[in-house]
């Protein structure tokens, strides 16, 4: 078991996400958090997603931002970006409440 030392994000509010509790740890120690969106779906984002603001809502603003984002940046590096958005290591995340 890796020491228990992260930030308690519960009940934080970052943009449209409120925080409700932990859910686990990734591989790589950052924590993964349940949250509540402002259209009422919940989604799992980790922490640092939430803290540098990568990660603002469910995903019902995802397409307003990769809109925005598709205009900076080219359509191969925006592909490869969204399909990390997709891959959030559930697996991990069982592992570590099996443990
Ligand atoms: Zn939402």
């Given at each position: 078991m890796r020491a228990k030392r992260y930030k308690?994000?519960?009940?934080?509010?970052f943009s449209?996400?409120?925080?409700?509790?932990?859910v686990g740890q990734t591989s790589n120690g950052g924590m993964i958090w349940?949250?509540?969106?402002?259209?009422?779906?919940?989604t799992d984002v980790r922490s640092?997603?939430?803290?540098?603001?990568?990660?603002?809502?469910?995903g019902?603003?995802?397409s307003e931002v990769?809109?925005?984002?598709?205009k900076v940046r080219n359509i191969t590096r925006n592909r490869r970006k969204s399909r990390?958005?997709?891959s959030t290591p559930y697996d991990d995340v069982q592992e570590f409440l099996n443990s």
């Open positions: 308690d994000l519960t009940g934080m509010v449209r996400l409120t925080v409700i509790s932990p349940r949250c509540m969106c402002e259209c009422g779906m919940e640092s997603n939430l803290v540098q603001g990568v990660s603002t809502s469910c019902c603003k995802r990769m809109s925005i984002r598709a990390r958005w997709n």
